[in-house]
């Protein structure tokens, strides 16, 4: 029995939601440099097909390792949140940052990316009832601070406000995902991201070819595909792994490091500058991310009865008997019942532990 897995879950989900933080943030720059050749909603159809073509390879070896039965599959009740997700997260938000990276240098457009995690906190704890404590909101506000060293009297900022409202809106449209994907984060993620990407390429491609758009050169969505796999499927992949241990607001913003990689590759990809400005701000969020690493929330609290299905191991959250068709060893996945549990350890918004 593993009675300390709800200790060291927080310590492993902030290392998926910065991996994930990492790859997404390279998607700005390399971008960049794919939109040049490209129309933003046949790019943005290019780059999500390439994560869920990858993501069905990685998946069917995966199965072929006899891995996928350590995690529950997608289901027919899912269908509302992937359609959700597809269109606020697949289809609007890529186009509208794609659309913005035309108007905006790669850095600026990369640094603005920090608005998507105040707006999917405001989400989390406003709209699906998260919590954040004291010392946790300190570390979103300095997080928040170094937004605003990026961006109070830039002058890059000013060359294009409707690049800038681009980006705003991509990033709202990210909020809405992410708080619809927390929703499916006990799924399986490699299932749900492939999802999504599949259904958001193809949507986008097909409005792209409608609207009249025209498929870039081979070398282009070669291109488009391989960085559509990293830097939108593993991503994906990772923040869907990072949300079931931490919650939406705390995945945030952890994934709010994302711009800093953009930034920064943007420099030998582009041949762009980081000024002093960056810099600072840099070390403001990196104090708030230390800040959540070292966040421990502990007090008593009681689990009501629930009855679901998802990955996990038998600590003290899952004591509950097997049937003969339950699969046996540990982590799997299956039906099971919590029953009423009064207790007190350190703990995150994961979906056991949703509560004022």
């Known amino acids: 029995m593993n009675t300390n897995a709800s200790n060291t879950e927080p310590l492993r989900g902030a290392p998926a ?19 040049r050749d490209a129309a933003p909603l046949v790019l943005s159809g290019v780059l999500y097909l390439g994560a869920g073509i990858g993501l069905s390879i990685l998946g069917a070896l995966r199965a072929r390792g006899g891995v996928t039965g350590h995690e529950t599959p997608l289901q027919k009740a899912d269908i509302g949140l992937l359609l959700g997700i597809t269109l606020a997260g697949g289809v609007l938000g890529p186009l509208l940052m794609l659309w913005g990276l035309h108007r905006l240098p790669a850095v600026t457009a990369s640094l603005l990316l920090n608005l998507e995690a105040p707006l999917t906190v405001g989400l989390a704890v406003l709209a699906f009832g998260e ?10 506000g300095l997080i928040l601070l170094g937004l605003v060293v990026l961006t109070h009297a830039g002058a890059s900022l000013q060359t294009s406000w409707l690049g800038v409202l681009a980006v705003g809106g991509a990033c709202s449209s990210w909020a809405v995902d992410n708080n619809l994907m927390q929703r499916l984060s006990l799924r399986n993620p490699v299932a749900v991201a492939r999802a999504k990407g599949l259904l958001a390429g193809a949507t986008s491609l097909v409005l792209a070819l409608v609207l009249g758009e ?18 939108y499927g593993l991503s994906l992949v990772l923040a869907v792994y990072a949300m079931r241990l931490l919650g939406a607001a705390r995945q945030a913003a952890f994934f709010a490091t994302a711009p800093f990689v953009g930034a920064v590759a943007a420099v030998p990809l582009l041949g762009e500058t980081i000024g002093l400005r960056a810099l600072i701000a840099a070390g403001v969020m990196g104090a708030g991310v230390f800040l959540l690493l070292r966040e421990r929330h502990e007090h008593v609290h009681v689990h009501d009865r629930l009855a679901h299905e998802h990955r996990h191991v038998h600590d003290e959250h899952h004591q509950h008997a097997h ?8 982590p799997h996945a299956h039906a099971h019942v919590h029953d009423v549990l009064e207790h007190d350890h350190p703990h995150v918004p994961d979906i056991h532990h949703r509560h004022h």
């Open 323 to 330: 049937t003969a068709h339950d699969p046996s060893g540990e």
């Open 131 to 140: 919590h954040l404590g004291r010392r946790e909101v300190g570390a979103f």
């Open 17 to 35: 939601a910065l991996a994930a933080a990492a790859l997404f943030g390279l998607s700005a720059p390399l971008g960049k440099l794919l939109v």
């Open 214 to 231: 025209r498929l870039p050169s081979a070398r282009i969505v070669g291109a488009g595909l391989c960085v559509g796999f990293v830097s």
